[in-house]
């Protein structure tokens, strides 16, 4: 079984920065992807950043320039550093893990408990 641990959330005045860390543990093959999602109440939850173990990033049009994701393969972490936050960035942000295994040809997808991100003066 994967597990992925989040922290880092919390409360920020807007123009502020946090930083949120995922790892994860379990038996993992290789990981095809890790990557961050948030999610308001009541909306779908949407793609924040995201890495691929091969090293390409894409963001969301709404944190480019304002949010950076950073992944240590080694260490199965994620970190997404977000500076310049705004209250329209106020979510649950879940850690996102995608897995391989030797001899599935199918992807793995894993998700974190979630962490509260408050943006507000």
């Known amino acids: 079984q994967v597990q992925l641990v989040e922290s880092g959330g919390g409360f920020v005045q807007p123009g502020g920065s946090l930083r949120l860390s995922c790892v994860a543990s379990?038996?993992?093959?290789?990981?095809?992807?890790m990557g961050w999602y948030r999610q308001v109440s009541g909306k779908q939850r949407e793609l924040v950043a995201r890495?691929?173990?091969?090293?390409?990033?894409n963001y969301a049009d709404s944190v480019k320039g304002r949010f950076t994701i950073s992944m240590d393969n080694a260490k199965n972490t994620v970190d997404l550093h977000m500076n310049s936050l705004k209250p329209e960035d106020a979510a649950v942000y879940y850690c996102?893990?995608?897995?391989?295994?030797?001899?599935?040809?199918?992807?793995?997808?894993?998700w974190g408990q979630g962490t509260q991100v408050t943006v507000s003066s």
């Open positions: 379990g038996i993992i093959d290789s990981i095809n992807e």
């Open positions: 996102n893990l995608v897995a391989l295994y030797r001899g599935r040809p199918e992807r793995f997808a894993y």
């Open positions: 890495v691929t173990s091969g090293s390409s990033i």
